[in-house]
């Protein structure tokens, strides 16, 4: 008689499924992204990106309903930047240099993978209702935790309160998107060439921009009669 495997080995055996499917659902995003980027979201067929993935359709659709819901999981499941806004913003208490040095870094750093998907959602949208709803609600997370975080500076003292934290926060994003997009046709080193300058010059000038002007040393007594 077999003896049913140890709790442990099932275990084990349902972590590695879980690994493997894991691994299979980052494939399929990364080639439908590829894909989506190269030929657009409508040209391409759920048929294409199983066979550049080496998968069934029928795998696809057992993990994504629908292409829009495939679509829909490229941001969530390759969102670095969005993901690092929303870690970066968390502590109310860091200071805006870093805040925002941090969040262009995060540009820089994560230019391949993020400038395809921008390109797709940000580019198409213009065009497309569907892709329209999900780059809003692509940035609407960053967008909400940079405006929290502003608020929460103001409260402190170091950001003026005579601004919109909501509109500061997309200007700034905005820049940085509209950067990484016009550039996607340069070559990698033009590009960490010209980055990494650009994203301190919009990192400086919006931070000298929200952060409250310090009081003027007047003399005392100076103008007295």
Do not use: C, N
Not at 120 to 126: N, P, V
Not at 145 to 163: C, F, H, I, N, P
């Amino acid at each position: 008689m077999t003896r049913s495997p140890e709790p442990a080995t099932r275990t084990t055996l349902l972590t590695a499924r879980q690994r493997q499917a894991a691994a299979t659902r980052d494939r399929i995003l990364g080639v439908a992204l590829e894909l989506f980027a190269r030929d657009g979201y409508s040209a391409t067929s759920t048929r294409e990106i199983a066979s550049q993935a080496g998968v069934s359709e029928g795998l696809i659709f057992h993990h994504y309903p629908s292409k829009l819901d495939l679509l829909r999981a490229i941001p969530r499941g390759r969102s670095g930047v969005a993901g690092r806004i929303l870690e970066l913003t968390m502590d109310p208490d860091s200071p805006v240099e870093e805040v925002v040095g941090g969040i262009t870094w995060a540009f820089v750093e994560q230019r391949q993978a993020q400038r395809d998907m921008l390109r797709m959602i940000f580019t198409e949208s213009r065009h497309d209702e569907d892709l329209r709803q999900i780059s809003q609600a692509f940035l609407g997370g960053s967008r909400d935790a940079l405006e929290s975080y502003l608020e929460a500076r103001m409260e402190r003292g170091e950001v003026r309160t005579d601004v919109a934290a909501r509109e500061a926060g997309s200007a700034f994003l905005d820049a940085l998107i509209a950067h990484l997009i016009t550039s996607e046709r340069r070559s990698d080193d033009a590009w960490r060439a010209t980055a990494g300058p650009y994203a301190r010059v919009v990192a400086d000038i919006w931070v000298r921009g929200l952060r409250v002007p310090s009081e003027p040393h007047g003399h005392e007594g100076a103008h007295d009669d």
